[in-house]
């Protein structure tokens, strides 16, 4: 299918779903997502809802809400708390399910409360290539995803996303700064708030799209590998700032950035185990 075949059948499915409950991060997909339920179902029936607290960064949420707003959908944050539930906490390959399931199994019971026939993700047909054991929650809390149903990838939402002025069209992957610890390390509130100010930080600067990944006292910086010489030329203040945060040493990945680079650590082994 093309791109506008593949949209055309987006909003086509859409209005056959009645009132909706999206989960809504303000990233590239779940922005999409609620603007073409919005678009086809009309403001009325769309609820936008985000989870708050210490996974995701203010200045995310902050962005979220005003463009909710922007579209005149009705926003409501809900606290999940995932970091008071051991399975989660103790970061070992499945953590994501445990994430997932504990917000979906929310998001059920507030789409039932306000009225709403079927929970939304964004999950696109990218998503389906990684490793990502919160899709197994997708399938058990029963959530629609509307983007990989119709085949959308990454960068054809993003496509789609200009046309429709979306201010999130080219911001980069934002995943939840528990996805910056490494597996194995107990997640808790400080660590995620040691990361969030490390990447403030490095935002302030001028970087773009990059991560802070936790190794207990060393942070491992990730950046595209045309910044890296940005960061040796800041390495003094870059260091000075992420020691204040609580790091004894801090290290540049001369690989660069990627996505979920974490998962390396696991074995195909355990990586089949929780898909």
Not at 47 to 72: F, V, W
Not at 224 to 243: F, G, Q, S, T, W
Not at 256 to 265: A, I, P
Request: with cysteine; proline share 3%; net charge neutral.
């Amino acid at each position: 299918m093309t791109i506008d075949e593949k949209y055309k059948l987006l909003g086509e499915n859409i209005k056959k779903l009645g009132k909706v409950l999206v989960a809504y991060s303000g990233g590239v997909d779940s922005t999409f997502l609620l603007k073409v339920c919005v678009d086809n179902l009309g403001s009325k029936n769309v609820l936008a809802c985000i989870s708050t607290g210490p996974l995701l960064p203010k200045s995310q949420l902050d962005n979220a809400i005003e463009i909710a707003n922007d579209m005149q959908v009705a926003v409501e944050t809900v606290e999940t708390n995932e970091i008071s539930d051991a399975a989660f906490s103790a970061n070992k390959a499945d953590r994501c399910f445990h994430c997932k399931s504990s917000l979906f199994k929310l998001l059920n019971k507030i789409a039932k409360e306000k009225g709403c026939d079927t929970v939304l993700c964004g999950s696109n047909l990218d998503d389906y290539d990684d490793y990502r054991p919160g899709n197994k929650a997708v399938k058990l809390f029963n959530v629609r995803c509307p983007l990989a149903e119709a085949q959308l990838t990454k960068n054809e939402i993003r496509q789609l996303s200009r046309k429709l002025k979306l201010p999130t069209a080219d911001i980069p992957a934002s995943p939840c700064l528990a996805s910056r610890i490494s597996y194995g390390m107990e997640i808790t509130e400080k660590k995620l708030k040691q990361i969030e100010q490390a990447e403030d930080f490095l935002r302030s600067l001028g970087f773009v799209e990059f991560r802070v990944r936790y190794h207990d006292q060393v942070a491992r910086i990730e950046v595209h590998k045309e910044d890296i010489a940005k960061v040796m030329e800041l390495r003094e203040e870059i260091a000075e700032n992420l020691k204040s945060l609580g790091f004894k040493f801090v290290s540049v990945d001369l690989e660069g950035f990627r996505s979920g680079s974490l998962n390396e650590m696991l074995s195909q082994e355990e990586k089949k185990k929780n898909l």
